[in-house]
């Protein structure tokens, strides 16, 4: 069983960065696609950033320009680069993987907590 561990996480004060990184326990192959969600309290989960298998990315309004998305397939990693950080941004993150080509298995991490103080 693959297992997702994101590490990174903290406590940052506004306008500060933070770099997010997640590992897959194992070897994954014919990854379609990595992203990250954030889930702040007593709200849904929601689409931080993707990246394709071509490398395609795409970020959700709010961090456009702030955020950065990577990923290194052959180490099973994927990364978020977080700058000018706001309040706004306190959210506990997840990471994601759909791998398997046409069968698109799905994955998730642990989840991280990020905090930003005013």
């Known amino acids: 069983q693959v297992q997702l561990v994101e590490s990174g996480g903290g406590l940052v004060q506004a306008g500060g960065s933070l770099r997010l990184s997640c590992v897959a326990s194992?070897?994954?192959?014919?990854?379609?696609?990595m992203a990250w969600y954030r889930q702040a309290p007593g709200k849904e989960r929601e689409l931080v950033a993707r990246?394709?298998?071509?490398?395609?990315?795409d970020y959700r309004d709010s961090v456009k320009g702030r955020f950065t998305i990577d990923r290194e397939y052959e180490k099973n990693t994927v990364t978020l680069q977080m700058n000018s950080l706001s309040p706004d941004d306190t959210a506990v993150y997840y990471c994601?993987?759909?791998?398997?080509?046409?069968?698109?298995?799905?994955?998730w991490g642990q989840g991280i907590q990020v905090t930003v103080s005013p």
């Open positions: 994601h993987v759909d791998y398997g080509g046409t069968w698109h298995h799905l994955i």
């Open positions: 194992s070897k994954i192959t014919r990854i379609n696609g």
């Open positions: 990246i394709s298998d071509s490398g395609f990315t």
